[in-house]
């Protein structure tokens, strides 16, 4: 059958064509439905809430633009942040969401809807979208004029200087109605089916995360598409899809950072083009236009400004646009002068040299020293071989660290095997645009292998080969069962063996036919072995005994295929009501099986709101500021957005520095300090990272020991290290809750605990109002009137000349160099046991050992009150604690948990966030003896955990 014929228009065959789309239709809706409805369980359960921490900011952005407007927006510097210096909100965000947030409620839903809700469901429905965006990307894939390639046969063109015709790019395929195309449209609706419900693009786009994940994933997967459309094989002016991608390109700018990828991503792959030799007129003009206007568009985002133009990180895409327009020039004069294949090399190459002289040169003499921009360390750590940036703030943050197996199963499960088949399809179904998805899949996994985090960029390309093996599996089956595909084989083979007979038959031909022979691609050709070993199976497939056995075959695929499908779409809605639960909201169970939701922080939040002055200075570690700004309005520290990181070493020197030091600093700073507390990932747990980041400033701080390995703890029992149990957190944290702990009543007066002991707030005795008053009248204003930055009161000025800016490796524009500190920090990190014996060293000449020594003499079996039992054990949540305690269990490491019960005995009681604890994984692991410590101590091992598993069940199976 030729690749343009229809399937004959018998009336049968007419019914099939309505029931197909029909079928599609219906799927496609489903699957939409789906991608709803699993990304709405927060919202059903919690209501409209906010989640985590940085959508809070994202919230009062919002907030304000929407009471203010966006001019006030753009001149917007906020004092109530990063306190006393202030930031430029307006100016150092990306502001996309925000307007997106403000057009719907304005324009869409005005009072049918708050804008709380509308940015409670903005993820949801942009998750829908997205999905509906990378069915298209497959189709685009899977279209026969975009896929009648291989990647073999294209760069064996290349090699021999061939250029691959359009003609011979068109694959074959089934256009069934309405002009649509099978497997094509098979492809897009089983790609949609993923990208509904995979739980690497959920983790950002459940109903609550506000982030600007939640939108850019959706401007990232139009962008995609609207390139590949604008690379679409026989269609004349598709390149002007080039100058819609760069729109859409402009809109992912404005919405997150991650705009880099997507910009280097279409580089690369134009790069790619060029080197398989598929460079042409519309491949340059698609890029060009996506450039220029992507470019254009992108530099009036106030964050982003000239930096396509400056950055070391956008440079290559330029690079790539300018060695187009050479290329382009170097093609028009190759046509004009008529130049051989060698001739037209050798003028490619010198004009490449006198440019990218020209421009060298150009860059040396005329550039300032600081016009390029250095790699920021969050960049940097993609590409360096270790797994740390040396920046200790940057390695404090989970989502920085290396993805493992573990985290590709668990936000991709059954895509970890239907990708990669799909990237063999693509390779063996090759095109222009089909060639993105294979540059997109490399890219996306080297990346997302270095920061598990990036594991969302996989989602979409993930889905897209995914759906692409199942939609051609799928096609191929039905078309079997139905009868097509023997006809459509029989053809195959004939065409096959008709232009073998007109290519034996032309022995003879003028010079003219031999020159566009030459010509002529070979990516059809190149591997005629391959078609004809293929044509006998075709042949023998065909056969009564054929048909039979690929009608069995089909059964059996389809069957494992919904099987599989409906596996993994159970998996997907259990990961989706985990990170359904809002950190900021906590669900746990009672013994009595009573469900209850620990609102701790947000209550905290309101106190604050409600009894503390307006102009009141919270300390908190700046993991909440966000939180404390957005819910209590109340000025802050430092937050979640990181810009300043000798500020954030200041914060953590008070927090983690002696009760006095601390002190010293708060009362110049804050009127009020909030203290996470109640276990699990609390302001203890996090404090070695504060120690280090302070240190990483203040070199004073852990003097000899770069890693602050004299800050923790010194054994599992929780036993603090001098310098821990010393410093102005660990008194707050421990106040009257350990034993001989109290903070000093002459700094400090508790004033709230929460319900949960989640949230502790001091109030700061003897605050400097002169401090305070200084700093409101201080505030060096530019000439615009707006940007008024704050300076830190004299009264810290002592300690701050104690510190050293920090000085990222990749900052070449700095004078002075760190190289000391960070060649130290690594040999820490790459050797712990070095680093170990140092804090050792440490703890010694601080006299800790004998002191470590008396405290474990000293500690006493301690007893666990029903009602305390009953807080942890109806606390389900994921901590540092759980993932050890699983850890211990697993591993039946007995001695370990008995040393840990004997100072903890609340461990035990411990549950994560799918209601499963150490029982559990003691009948799941077929502990015995861990089960029989657990039995001794109380714990139950018939209670159900959040799917309705007791620990009994676990051991059935």
Known sequence: MSSKSAVSASPSSDVINLVWIGAIVYGIGFFLQNAYAIRLQAIQEFGPVIHEFDPYFNWRATQYLYDNGAKKFFSWFDHMVWYPLGRPVGTTIYPGMQFTAVFLKRYIFGDNMSLNDVCCYIPAWFGVIATFLVGCIAYEASLPENSGGTIFGVVLDGLMGRYASNDSMRGESRTRIFGLSSPALECAMFSMGFMAVVPAHLMRSVGGGYDNESVAVTAMTLTFFLWMRSLRNQDKYSYMFGALAGVAYFNMVAAWGGYIFVLNLIGVHAAFLVILGRFNTKVYLAYTLFYVVGTSLAIQVPVVGWSPLKSLEQLPACAVFLGYQVLHYCEIQRKQKKMSRKEAWKFRVQVFVVVFAAVGFFVVMFTPKSYFGPISSRVRGLFVPHTKTGNPLVDSVAEHQAASNQAYWQYLHILCFLAPMGLFIVLFRFGDSAGFLFVYAVTAYFFSHKMVRLVLLLAPIASSLGGIAVGRIVSWSVSVLLGENGDEDEKTVKKTKSSSKKSDGKTKSDGKKKKEKKATSSSGNSFSGISAIRD?????????????????????????????????????????????????ILKGQTREGNIIKVDDYREAYWWLRDNTPEDARIMAWWDYGYQITGIANRTTIADGNTWNHEHIALLGKALTGSVDEGYQIARHLADYVLIWGGGGGDDLAKSPHLARIANSVYRDHCPGDVT??????????????????????????????????????????????????????????????????????????????????????????????????????????????????????????????????????????????????????????????????????????????????????????????????????????????????????????????????????????????????????????
């Open 536 to 584: 006998g199976f075709l042949e023998a497939g065909n056969s009564t005994e054929g048909r039979i056995v690929k009608s069995i075959a089909a059964v059996v695929m389809l069957v494992s295929l919904y099987m599989q499908a409906s596996t993994f779409k159970t998996y997907s809605w259990k990961i989706s009501a985990s990170l359904s639960n809002p950190s900021i």
């Open 708 to 957: 602050c390995r004299a800050f923790g703890f010194v054994d599992r029992k929780g036993t603090p290290s001098a310098m821990m149990e010393k410093s102005f957190l660990y008194a707050l944290h421990g106040h009257q809750l350990k034993p001989g702990v109290v903070a000093d009543p002459e700094k400090f007066q508790p004033v709230y605990r929460s319900k949960y002991g989640k949230v502790r707030i001091y109030k700061i005795l003897g605050v400097s109002q002169k401090s305070k008053k200084w700093v409101k009248d201080n505030r060096e204003c530019d000439a615009g009137g707006w940007f008024c930055p704050g300076k830190y009161p004299p009264g810290l000025k002592e300690i701050l000349e104690k510190k050293t800016d920090f000085a990222q490796l990749e900052d070449f524009n700095r004078g002075g160099s760190d190289k000391k500190y960070q060649e130290e920090y690594f040999e820490n990190l790459n050797n712990p046991e070095l680093a170990k014996k140092r804090g050792e060293r440490q703890r010694k000449l601080e006299g800790l050992d004998d002191k470590v020594d008396e405290k474990k003499k000293d500690i006493k079996a301690k007893t666990l009150s029903d009602e305390e039992k009953i807080e942890i054990y109806s606390t389900w949540e994921d901590t540092d604690d759980t993932t050890l305690m699983w850890s211990i269990v697993n591993k039946n490491s007995v001695d370990d948990l008995e040393r840990w019960l004997e100072a903890d005995p609340g461990a035990a009681w411990l549950r994560s966030a799918d209601g499963r604890g150490p029982m559990w994984w003691a009948f799941e692991s077929k502990n015995q003896d861990i089960v029989t410590i657990l039995m001794k101590m109380g714990v139950p091992h018939t209670d159900k955990d959040k799917n309705g598993d007791s620990p009994v069940d676990l051991l059935k199976e």
